[in-house]
């Protein structure tokens, strides 16, 4: 089977109380170890035998830093739609591209080929992990996120996805609606229609369900891939996600009781 292309999105800027801490402007940039934190991310797909070109888009002080046969960079725009669109663009696909944050330094290719190897079972146009609580608390457990209670279980969502570009171009404007809702689950929701905000009130509504709106939504297959690989919904939003990363990355393997992230569901950053 021919290469996957894929596409790191690394122009998410800090937030405030990481900015405090870090000094960096961009989240791509904080360093981890002696490495900025997006250079893990792009190691993981490239040591992939299921990845071919990575692209990653980002502040472009990263094309002095990463290395020219890990990646291309591409300088990064306004908005997390228009980073994807620069990157799809600069690769030209017309096969499946997996897009990935640049803030999931724990990611491992292992993470990233088992998904890839359970996308071949369904078809579909754009994969989205989803995360059990069970797999998330047991390879993290003092790490605390947002879950989703659905009637096959509950589950917090991953920042890896697989899709068909034409998705993004002829869906543009329903995305970056999407986006700008991605840590408002009611938000989210509200899109999808009335029907589901009362279903995920009372822990009714199930993966079918919403994996059909979309299809509506968007005119397009969507499929939920739950997935066993916890690290790739752990992202970098605040000072403690950052000490939990630097601690794993450094070997460290005994999480503090006082290491404790409330990170909104799996988010892909711009």
Known sequence: MPKLDAVVL???????????????EYEA??????????????????????????????????SEILPEDLC??????????????????????????LVASGDI?????????????????VEADIYYPIISRESNEARFPHVRRTYVRLREGVFTG????????ECVYKCRQTIEQAVAMRKKPWQLARLLGFRF???????????????????????????GIISYSPEIGIDVDKPSDLELVRAKLAGDFQIKENVKT???PGTIDA
């Open 197 to 223: 905000i009362l279903k995920l009130l009372f822990n009714r509504l199930n993966l079918k369900e919403i994996e059909e709106r979309v299809q509506l939504i968007l005119g397009f297959v969507g499929k």
């Open 262 to 264: 409330e990170s909104a």
């Open 158 to 165: 991953g920042n890896l996805v697989l899709l068909d570009p």
């Open 72 to 97: 291309q960079v591409v300088e990064s725009g306004p908005s997390l739609v228009d980073n994807l669109l620069r990157g799809l663009e600069v690769l030209g696909s017309e096969r499946e591209v």
């Open 10 to 24: 690394a122009g998410g800027k800090v937030s405030e109380v990481l900015a405090q801490v870090t000094g960096e």
């Open 105 to 121: 330094p724990l990611l491992t290719t292992q993470a990233v080929d088992d998904f890839l190897a359970q996308t071949r079972a």
């Open 29 to 62: 940039l904080i360093p981890i170890g002696s490495r900025p934190m997006v250079e893990y991310v792009v190691q993981a797909l490239k040591e992939s035998e299921n990845i071919g070109r990575i692209v990653v888009v980002g502040p472009p002080e990263l």
